[in-house]
T-cell receptor, first 116, second 118 residues
Framework: AQKITQTQPGMFVQEKEAVTLDCTYDTSDQSYGLFWYKQPSSGEMIFLIYQGSYDEQNATEGRYSLNFQKARKSANLVISASQLGDSAMYFCAMRERTSGTYKYIFGTGTRLKVLA | EAGVVQSPRYKIIEKKQPVAFWCNPISGHNTLYWYRQNLGQGPELLIRYENEEAVDDSQLPKDRFSAERLKGVDSTLKIQPAELGDSAVYLC????????????????FGSGTRLTVV
């Protein structure tokens, strides 16, 4: 069963506008972590933002914020004031503790294209 | 600070040949990961090291894949023999162990090695 679901294979946004990338997850753990990564065409994966399951406030890092809705098991990434350089693949990931060790699971990604 | 360094950047080999990838993590990061990323997919964990110990290798195809992390620093991932289905990008990442100073850090990934098996 898919643990991380990103339902948007591709998204377009106009430069300077905000965009939301969806992510839902499935876990029975009470303690887990959620991450977002950016992968430009050059291939490297860039860490953007982290949300812990016990964090009461939504995480923010500059123009990135994470809309964490625990009851809905969603962790959507919001990018404000989009820039052309934001065009990339975006991956949602979860870390959960399973059988005494940590598992790290990535979604299939959303390709974002920012239009001038 | 230097990032995670991987080599080679690209590798093309014939099937049944061996291949090895090398990774040098960020200094001070005691956790090291090898991921495989197929085209159009997210990365999938192959193996995770805490220092020199492989603490999660449940998804490593052990019949042909092997990895080592001597002295808890550099790591090598090997495939022998390679199959056509092994064509993918192999990503190395490193991080602090879970939490440092009460804050969680994401991984730092290398640029990856793009393997093509023909």
């Amino acid at each position: 069963a898919q643990k991380i679901t990103q339902t948007q294979p591709g998204m377009f946004v106009q430069e300077k506008e905000a965009v939301t990338l969806d992510c839902t997850y499935d876990t029975s753990d009470q303690s887990y972590g959620l991450f977002w990564y950016k992968q430009p065409s050059s291939g490297e994966m860039i860490f953007l933002i982290y949300q812990g399951s016990y964090d009461e406030q939504n995480a923010t890092e500059g123009r990135y914020s994470l809309n964490f809705q625990k009851a809905r098991k969603s962790a959507n990434l919001v990018i404000s004031a989009s820039q052309l350089g934001d065009s990339a693949m975006y991956f949602c990931a979860m870390r959960e503790r399973t059988s005494g060790t940590y598992k790290y699971i990535f979604g299939t990604g959303t390709r974002l294209k920012v239009l001038a | 600070e230097a990032g995670v360094v991987q080599s080679p950047r690209y590798k093309i080999i014939e099937k049944k040949q061996p291949v090895a990838f090398w990774c040098n993590p960020i200094s001070g990061h005691n956790t090291l990961y090898w991921y495989r990323q197929n085209l159009g997919q997210g990365p999938e964990l192959l193996i995770r090291y805490e220092n020199e110990e492989a603490v999660d290798d449940s998804q490593l195809p052990k019949d042909r894949f092997s990895a080592e992390r001597l002295k808890g620093v550099d790591s090598t991932l090997k495939i022998q023999p390679a199959e056509l289905g092994d064509s993918a990008v192999y990503l190395c990442a490193s991080s602090y162990s879970y939490t440092v100073h009460g804050r969680n850090y994401g991984y730092t990934f290398g640029s990856g090695t793009r393997l093509t098996v023909v």
